[in-house]
């Protein structure tokens, strides 16, 4: 299955939108006539076989997915996206984008798909897509799904729990510091807790649903330019934000969150716990972005106080694990700039690496 964040990712230049939504997509699948009988289901008018592919089959949704790409093979990230049954075709201007269509549906005849018309949208600046408005200037999460969101009641038991978590989280790129707003309420899933609504829960509750009130416009990745990232780590949980300069402005263009989980909490006690989460906070953002960051230089926006002495140039660490990250790291690249209360490597030198040798730039100053 295609990740959504990469299919948002390809429309960045697109202007024109047009959204298309197959009839019976399932039934369009017929079964192999050895696995018929494995079908057979029974109701008071008799016993039943599938024909066409049914709901509920555990390999249902990637035979479908592997049907809707063989069918737009060479159409498929250049000229439309597919996600199951919904498909968009996106273009710059109006002539291109009737041709894309018409390849698009051609190929929609000779599969012997049908459209379901009241669903489709033709030549929008703006259209909804896998829960998000796609427009020319950036992605917004549907007011619709935000809605729901709105309209959900306070979880009582851990199932409302789950799914309350569930719908807010498939917008968290839109909720700067996600992972330590909802802290309170993912507690209670961990195992052997009791359920206590209490005072933190409702709090974490309501400033979510905030949140996705007023969301900030998301714009699309932009791979000729610069991008920058801003990475806070806490005891709590750690974040990064992903920006670009658009138009002279910083734009988001996905934040996001992580909760610090098993042991990683018992790294606050130990000797190194500050310098350990600082750095682990580095690495899990780059990990996070690593498709916008890899093989580019960008610029890294923290608080690396913590880390002054594992990158000065006489000392060493026997920490395996910041050895570790260390080496990692070295293989981007990224430069450090001013920015109040944050620590910032020498200017314009490279901070050795934890072995006293070189490993590549792992952290250079601002430049002229």
């Known amino acids: 299955m295609p990740l959504i964040e990469d299919i948002l990712d390809v429309l960045g230049k697109a202007k024109l939108f047009s959204t298309m939504d197959i009839a019976s997509g399932y039934w369009n699948v017929p079964m192999a006539a050895d696995s018929i009988e494995k079908t057979a289901f029974t109701c008071k008018y008799g016993l039943f076989e599938w024909l066409v592919m049914p709901f509920g089959l555990c390999n249902a949704v990637p035979a479908y997915e592997r049907l809707m790409e063989n069918v737009l093979v060479d159409l498929k990230w250049r000229t439309c996206l597919v996600y199951l049954d919904d498909c968009v075709v996106f273009s710059e201007d109006f002539p291109t984008h009737l041709i ?42 549907n007011p619709e799904k935000v809605k729901a969101v709105m309209n959900v009641k306070r979880p009582h038991d851990l199932h409302t729990v789950r799914a309350f978590l569930g719908l807010t989280s498939y917008f968290r790129r839109y909720i700067p510091g996600y992972a330590a707003i909802s802290a309170p309420i993912e507690r209670l899933k961990a195992k052997g807790v009791l359920f206590n609504w209490d005072d933190d829960c409702e709090a974490a509750f309501v400033q979510l649903k905030r949140k996705l009130v007023e969301p900030p416009i998301l714009v699309y990745p932009d791979f000729s330019k610069h991008f920058k990232l801003y990475v806070d780590s806490s005891k709590l949980a750690v974040g990064a934000c992903l920006m670009q300069t658009v138009d002279g402005r910083e734009r988001v263009v996905a934040y996001a969150s992580k909760l610090l989980v098993g042991s990683e909490k018992n790294w606050i006690n130990k000797q190194d716990g500050t310098s350990e989460i600082e750095c682990w906070g580095i690495v899990w953002a780059t990990r996070k972005f690593r498709c916008y960051l890899d093989r580019r230089e960008f610029d890294l926006y923290t608080d690396h106080k913590g ?42 030198r490279s901070l050795p690496t934890l072995f006293g040798h070189g490993l590549r730039s792992l952290y250079v100053g601002p430049t002229q």
Do not use: Y
């Not at 018309?117 to 998000?132: E, I, N, P, S, T």
């Not at 140039?313 to 920490?319: C, L």
């Not at 570790?324 to 070295?330: D, G, I, Q, T, V």
């Open 100 to 141: 894309r269509l018409k390849q698009e549906l051609e190929r929609f005849r000779a599969a012997g798909f049908k459209l379901k018309m009241k669903k489709c949208k033709w030549g929008r600046d703006q259209v909804a897509f896998l829960g998000h408005i796609i427009t020319p200037s950036g992605i917004l999460p």
């Open 307 to 348: 880390l002054t002495w594992v990158f000065s140039e006489t000392n060493r660490t026997s920490n395996a694990k910041l050895a570790r990250w260390a080496m990692e790291l070295s293989q981007l690249r990224f430069k450090g700039l001013p920015q109040s209360g944050h620590f910032n490597g020498p200017r314009g």
